[in-house]
T-cell receptor
Framework: ETGVTQTPRHLVMGMTNKKSLKCEQH?????MYWYKQSAKKPLELMFV???????ENNSVPSRFSPECPNSSHLFLHLHTLQPEDSALYLC????????????FGQGTRLTVV | RKEVEQDPGPFNVPEGATVAFNCTYS??????FFWYRQDCRKEPKLLMS???SGNEDGRFTAQLNRASQYISLLIRDSKLSDSATYLC??????????FGSGTRLQVQP
């Protein structure tokens, strides 16, 4: 079983749809993250959760709504997205928010049509 | 100035060559540093941490230069399988990692 698991791996959705991305980590970590990676752009941090509490929201539009029910699970709820939101969405976890390395899930490749 | 900067490349090198990448960071208070490898359409995977004293893992050597605020990655005896994008990541205190845009390496036969 991999350390950080994301589902689905691929998602195509219309601009009026509502969908959710799921992330689960089996590493006993306390911090979880959502990153967005668009073509030819660096990883963009979206949200940070530490011990289930959101500690960072990097000016992400409200059409992206995170949820962290416990330290092992993280969701990203999507609604009324735009075609420019098409990207690879990566979940990561680390022991804490401090000076520790992060481990990534395999990502969800999202296409908004 | 970007917080973390990398030369995007691509670096095209023959098998067996030695290649080095640098990554500069803007925040002098940065505390920890990492190199990740990302294959096409895959997630980044941790390659190695970068310690103050430098560290080596097989053919890979990472160095930190705090005075000039950069980290480096040296790959010796390049293999075809080393072809990938190499991302540096910097932690600036109690925040999530900030990533560079990556340096693409293409090792040619």
């Amino acid at each position: 079983e991999t350390g950080v698991t994301q589902t689905p791996r691929h998602l195509v959705m219309g601009m009026t749809n509502k969908k959710s991305l799921k992330c689960e980590q089996h590493l006993g970590h306390n911090a979880m993250y959502w990153y967005k990676q668009s073509a030819k752009k660096p990883l963009e941090l979206m949200f940070v959760y530490n011990f289930k509490e959101q500690t960072e929201n990097n000016s992400v539009p409200s059409r992206f709504s995170p949820e962290c029910p416990n330290s092992s699970h993280l969701f990203l709820h999507l609604h009324t997205l735009q075609p420019e939101d098409s990207a690879l969405y990566l979940c990561a976890s680390s022991q804490d928010r401090g000076n520790r390395e992060a481990f990534f899930g395999q990502g969800t490749r999202l296409t908004v049509v | 100035r970007k917080e973390v900067e990398q030369d995007p490349g691509p670096f095209n090198v023959p098998e067996g060559a030695t290649v080095a990448f640098n990554c500069t960071y803007s925040n002098s208070a940065s505390q920890s540093f990492f190199w990740y490898r990302q294959d096409c359409r895959k997630e980044p995977k941790l390659l190695m941490s970068v310690y103050s004293s430098g560290n080596e893992d097989g053919r890979f050597t990472a160095q930190l230069n705090r005075a000039s605020q950069y980290i480096s990655l040296l790959i010796r005896d390049s293999k075809l399988s080393d072809s990938a994008t190499y991302l540096c990541a910097v932690n600036m205190g109690r925040r999530a990692l900030t990533f560079g845009s990556g340096t693409r390496l293409q090792v040619q036969p």
